[in-house]
Nanobody, 116 residues
Framework: QVQLVESGGGLVQAGGSLRLSCIASGTIFNRNAMGWYRQAPGKQRELVALITSGGGTNYKDSVKGRFTISRDNAKNTMYLQMDSLKPEDTAVYYC??????????WGQGTQVTVSS
């Protein structure tokens, strides 16, 4: 059984920072690539950052240089450090396997709101 719980969102001003956490039950971080996804109102859900089991990373172009994804397999935890936040980053952020999700893994997400 796998359950993912996202936390760390909040309301920040443009230019601010947040650090999101994704805590998983089970041991999926031992061998699976994982990612952070986001969905803004009226927009499609998109993958913004991916990290492989070996620590390799990839990012959506619009967040490169601002977001950093990391993982601690021993703690079954993944992080997304978000710096220089922009209003267009406003969305609900989720974690899941990447680039192919497991639909049964979606959690509640965590709301990130960036004001100008």
């Amino acid at each position: 059984q796998v359950q993912l719980v996202e936390s760390g969102g909040g309301l920040v001003q443009a230019g601010g920072s947040l650090r999101l956490s994704c805590i998983a039950s089970g041991t999926i971080f031992n061998r699976n690539a994982m990612g952070w996804y986001r969905q803004a109102p009226g927009k499609q859900r998109e993958l913004v950052a991916l990290i492989t089991s070996g620590g390799g990373t990839n990012y959506k172009d619009s967040v490169k240089g601002r977001f950093t994804i990391s993982r601690d397999n021993a703690k079954n935890t993944m992080y997304l450090q978000m710096d220089s936040l922009k209003p267009e980053d406003t969305a609900v952020y989720y974690c899941n396997r990447a680039p192919i999700v497991n639909t049964s893994y979606w959690g509640q997400g965590t709301q990130v709101t960036v004001s100008s």
